[in-house]
């Protein structure tokens, strides 16, 4: 039986060969594998050349393949990661030490390594091996990583706790055959095991290549001698905690911070990201197999939520006892589900330090599939939380007095202001956001704030020399930027910059970049509505601009605004108006709505829309709109320019 199948799969290898790489070569058999291919998969290793460098594959789609597998070689940033004392804790609770590790490894490692655009390269044991792009997200995802473990412990008895040992370096590292080697993986493993309990060391050419570009502290451990490593190497730990050591080295820009202890301790800590604490969502249902759907509905939104720059999102607190007024600030999201026969109501609220109510949302669906109502959670509650927390610490930061306000608190008054849209408004948030810049250098949103000022009067067609409002605006965004490589609003900022210079595929990476690093972010995709409609993709400007309104109900005008340009441009005179109508305040908004009601013959409405436009802004003139607008076609335009002119507004 073995002869006669081995004699039929020597006779399949009648196989083309695809055009590939001299150094890669693949051949796809002809026939589909029959039953006795069972007996073949053994037999792999008889096929194998002299080098080892070809195979036998088996393939998911039933084929059988011989795969040469070169030996690719690059640069990485790799971090090693495992367990502190693995094999002690096993000894004294097996089944809870896996049980443990596998719901931080799902919960936590997975999601953040996600998130930083981290790929897990190999598992190892208790530990794992993981490849980031930048270094930059390696150590943000280390940081990430262990602040968060630090406040799951906070309750674990120390004799029970999983703690990580994290190391990080730069090197070339070879995948060969599904496996990894190299320097880089073996000087990053060798890190790690002198790494503190519960801390993160990287190597000099990490910290080198950081430069001055985060907001996390290193401690200079000098040269150490690593195992089977020939020369000593100069190690760097990363400051968790400003109290870890009174001796460190500080280089600026965005890690994350969270609480080093119990939050019910009366420590202050000053960060620059907003703690939200996620618990699990309830099962309310009395039936123990929709535990899955809740916990579902839980990883979506962290992930979501995870991707907003501004929020340190901490998954299953501990027990949190209500805080005080001045209390180190944090927001709790909580959650139910419960199935009644064919429909599922899930509820969402979220609290404050003080147990306050900011939120909270019901939501009703038909249960015909579960994966759509998560995907539906996963984009209505973060892009909710995003704003009702955002408005809360505004709310939060104008109540203190302006002798307490710091980097954080500045930057947030400012933006306050700047949202007000009243020019005289808009010198009070410029000194707030400097204000902010000299209280923490390597904060990078108050850079954007300066920025986002100069952006504003390009689109309220305010008198200013476009070229110099777009060079200082990109002034302060590539600053920000180089502070923080994956803050989404920088990426926005330089998309809107490239769009009004006529730079419109770069503008459009911008925007998709910030969007993948933050995807339920309803301002982001207001804009990049804007940006659509100037660019003539009006109809996906129109559904993406509709998205961002169903996200936020709670929207600003200009959202409306938007959305509006897009439906005049497409002929939609009647949808426009519609949107138009329900802008409490539509200041600069007037242009469109003069050229709207001229395009339904509704003149002396367009001419009080006109007279309206006018006041706050005098010297519009169309030849100033037309020369700067950013349409890509001109048809678009000249179609806005007659709805202006019919309005009266002057050339």
């Not at 952006?455 to 502070?483: G, H, M, P, Y």
Request: glycine share 6%.
């Amino acid at each position: 039986m073995t002869s006669r199948v081995l004699q039929w799969f020597v006779g399949s290898l009648r196989a083309a060969v695809i055009p590939l790489p001299q150094d890669r070569l693949r051949f796809h058999l002809t026939d589909r594998i029959r039953p006795e291919a069972t007996f073949v998969r053994p037999m792999a290793g008889w096929l194998c050349s002299p080098a080892g460098k070809m195979k036998v594959c088996y393939g998911v789609d039933g084929h059988l393949g011989v795969l040469g597998v070169p030996m690719e070689q690059k640069l990485s940033v790799i971090m090693a990661s495992d367990v502190v004392g693995y094999s002690r804790l096993m000894g004294i609770d097996e089944r809870g030490t896996l049980s443990a590790l596998k719901r931080h490894r799902q919960e936590l490692l997975d999601v953040k390594i996600a998130l930083h655009h981290g790929r897990i390269i190999k598992l190892i044991g208790d530990g794992m091996l993981t490849e980031f792009r930048t270094a930059e997200e390696a150590v943000l995802c280390a940081v990430d990583i262990q602040r968060e473990m630090r406040m799951r412990n906070a309750d674990v008895p120390p004799g029970r706790r999983i703690e990580f040992r994290i190391g990080i370096n730069i090197g070339d590292i070879l995948f060969e055959d599904d496996d990894v080697y190299g320097d880089g993986v073996n000087v990053a493993s060798r890190i790690e095991t002198i790494a503190k309990p519960g801390g993160i060391a990287v190597s000099a050419s990490m910290r080198d290549t950081l430069g001055n570009r985060l907001n996390i502290g290193f401690e200079d451990a000098g040269e150490q001698a690593l195992k089977n490593i020939e020369r000593p190497l100069r190690i760097f730990n990363v400051i968790l905690d400003d109290g870890e050591t009174p001796q460190r080295e500080r280089a600026p820009a965005s890690a994350s911070a969270a609480p080093s202890a119990s939050i019910q301790n009366d420590q202050v800590v000053e960060s620059n990201r907003t703690i939200l604490y996620v618990s699990r969502f309830s099962n309310l249902s009395g039936d123990p197999d929709q535990e899955y759907f809740a916990a579902g509905i839980a990883e979506d939104v962290v992930a979501a939520l995870s991707r907003f720059s501004r929020l340190n999102v901490i998954v299953q607190p501990p027990r949190l006892e209500p805080g005080r007024a001045g209390s180190t600030p944090y927001y709790i999201l909580e959650g139910s589900i419960r199935r009644l026969g064919s429909r599922v109501r899930v509820n969402a609220s979220l609290t404050n330090v003080l147990r306050e109510n900011i939120w909270a949302e019901k939501y009703d669906f038909d249960l015909v599939d579960v994966f759509a109502i998560q995907d539906e959670l996963a984009q209505s509650i973060p892009a909710a939380l995003n704003v009702k927390i955002e408005e809360a610490e505004r709310q939060r930061v104008l109540a203190k007095p302006a002798t307490a306000l710091r980097a954080y608190d500045l930057y947030l008054r400012g933006k306050h202001l700047q949202h007000s849209r009243r020019p005289e408004d808009a010198g009070i948030a410029k000194d707030m956001f400097l204000a902010a810049i000299a209280d923490d250098p390597s904060y990078p949103r108050p850079y954007l704030g300066l920025a986002w000022l100069e952006l504003v009067k390009l689109k309220w067609n305010e008198s200013v020399d476009i070229d110099t409002a777009l060079a200082t605006a990109f002034t302060w965004a590539s600053k920000a930027l180089q502070l923080n490589p994956t803050e989404s609003d920088a990426h926005h900022a330089l998309g809107v910059i490239h769009l009004w210079r006529g730079e419109a595929e770069r503008a459009i990476g911008c925007y998709d970049r910030a969007r993948e690093l933050a995807p339920y972010n309803c301002d982001l995709l207001a804009e990049y509505c804007d940006a659509l409609g100037y660019l003539g993709r009006l109809e996906d400007a129109i559904r993406i601009g509709e998205m961002a309104v169903r996200l936020n109900p709670s929207r600003p005008d200009w959202y409306l605004w938007d959305i509006a340009a897009s439906k005049y441009l497409s002929g939609d005179y009647l949808g426009a108006l519609s949107l138009l109508e329900k802008m409490t305040e539509p200041g600069p908004a007037y242009r469109l709505l003069a050229a709207t009601y001229a395009q339904l013959g509704r003149l002396e409405e367009a001419r009080r829309a006109a007279s309206e436009l006018l006041k706050i802004n005098p010297d519009f003139s169309i030849e100033r709109y037309t020369s700067r607008a950013p349409y890509r076609d001109k048809a678009l335009l000249a179609r806005y320019v007659e709805g202006l002119r019919l309005a009266g507004l002057p050339e």
